[in-house]
């Protein structure tokens, strides 16, 4: 037995999730996690690294307005970084930096 829903239920049942994105900043949100996902993507497949991207939204009554909210949404992402590569260098007794070990005698 399959049951219908009525008109009224229709209209008190939230919209998914997927549909109020879509609907935030006119699609602008939705088209800026998409963007950033992509690029995100890439960084994690180039350096081998973990990222994150984070969606934020933020949801305060209207004042004024019986029954509506205000939501923003806020995106951000930490795209993974190649490490910088290390150099060695040996300190000198005045605190200098010098490619050849001080302490050797030069083969030269």
Not at 49 to 68: E, F, S, Y
Not at 76 to 104: C, W
């Given at each position: 037995?399959?049951?219908?829903?009525?008109a009224?239920?229709k209209?008190?049942?939230?919209?998914?999730?997927?549909?109020?994105?879509?609907?935030?900043a006119?699609?602008?949100?939705?088209?800026?996690?998409?963007?950033?996902?992509?690029?995100?993507?890439t960084?994690?497949?180039?350096?081998?690294?973990?990222?994150?991207?984070?969606?934020?939204?933020?949801?305060?009554?209207?004042?004024?307005?019986?029954?509506?909210?205000?939501?923003t949404?806020?995106?951000?992402?930490?795209?993974?970084?190649?490490?910088a590569?290390?150099?060695?260098?040996?300190?000198?007794?005045?605190?200098?930096?010098?490619?050849?070990d001080?302490?050797?005698a030069?083969?030269?």
């Amino acid at each position: 037995m399959t049951t219908t829903k009525s008109a009224e239920d229709k209209q008190t049942e939230a919209p998914d999730f997927a549909a109020t994105l879509l609907n935030l900043a006119k699609g602008k949100t939705h088209a800026e996690l998409s963007t950033q996902l992509a690029e995100l993507v890439t960084a994690v497949t180039t350096t081998l690294k973990p990222g994150k991207l984070t969606l934020t939204l933020q949801v305060k009554p209207q004042h004024g307005v019986d029954g509506a909210v205000l939501v923003t949404a806020a995106v951000a992402s930490t795209k993974p970084k190649f490490e910088a590569p290390a150099s060695i260098f040996y300190a000198t007794d005045e605190g200098r930096l010098v490619r050849d070990d001080p302490n050797q005698a030069s083969l030269y």
